[in-house]
């Protein structure tokens, strides 16, 4: 069930930094409050959004649910967001998807971060909704280009590069180990020096 609260069901907050899972990751815990990744990020920003009712979505592998998903992270958002208030987004794989499919539903996002998100050329951001895209990804990240079929843009990695929007590829090893489309949620992958993607997140 994707999980859509209305307005009335809490109390509205001026900024919020939440996550978006991907496809098949539904049952994992790295998204949901006090995971080590979920650690991470709230050790960097204030206004993460832990309560019970924080956005979720099946995580189904088609168009249809990532659609649906879409219409209820803007629905979500419109009821726990103060209106103009902040918000940034933090979603692996096809999570991205369903953000960049939420710009077209009128969803504004001020900082929007993709993590291995497969890019196809029928999930692009609004930029007019949208005040800064980090994307970041794996160079040799085969989940991702898999995922960016049969609509690929390019490899299926990067967007077009402007001035909100910023192509953040990941080159390093870690402990002689390549990184990989799941270690983007990582938080020692964020903290390693030679990414800090840390350093990105807006600290409301």
Not at 51 to 63: H, I, K, L, T
Not at 91 to 120: F, K
Not at 133 to 139: A, D, H, M, R
Request: with cysteine; aromatic share 10%; hydrophobic share 35%.
């Amino acid at each position: 069930m994707v999980q859509s609260l209305g307005a009335g069901h809490t109390q509205k907050r001026k900024s919020i930094t939440t996550v978006v899972h991907g496809t098949g990751a539904a049952h994992l815990d790295w998204w949901r409050p006090n995971s080590s990744f979920m650690n991470g990020v709230a050790s960097q920003v204030r206004n993460l959004y832990t309560s019970p009712d924080y956005f979720r979505w099946p995580g189904a592998n088609n168009d249809k649910d990532r659609r649906r998903a879409a219409r209820a992270l803007v629905d979500w958002v419109n009821g726990h967001l103060e209106p103009r208030g902040y918000l940034q987004l933090i979603c692996h794989s096809h999570g991205g998807n369903v953000a960049m499919l939420a710009t077209e539903l009128d969803l504004n996002i001020s900082h929007l971060i993709l993590l291995g998100t497969p890019i196809r050329t029928e999930y692009t951001p609004n930029l007019k909704r949208v005040w800064t895209v980090n994307n970041v990804y794996v160079p040799w990240d085969i989940v991702q280009t898999a995922g960016s079929l049969p609509y690929r843009r390019g490899e299926g990695r990067a967007l077009a590069d402007t001035n909100k929007l910023f192509n953040r590829p990941i080159q390093n090893r870690i402990g002689g180990i390549k990184q990989s489309h799941s270690d983007l949620h990582d938080w020692k992958v964020w903290i390693d020096p030679a990414n800090r993607l840390d350093q990105m997140l807006w600290k409301f």
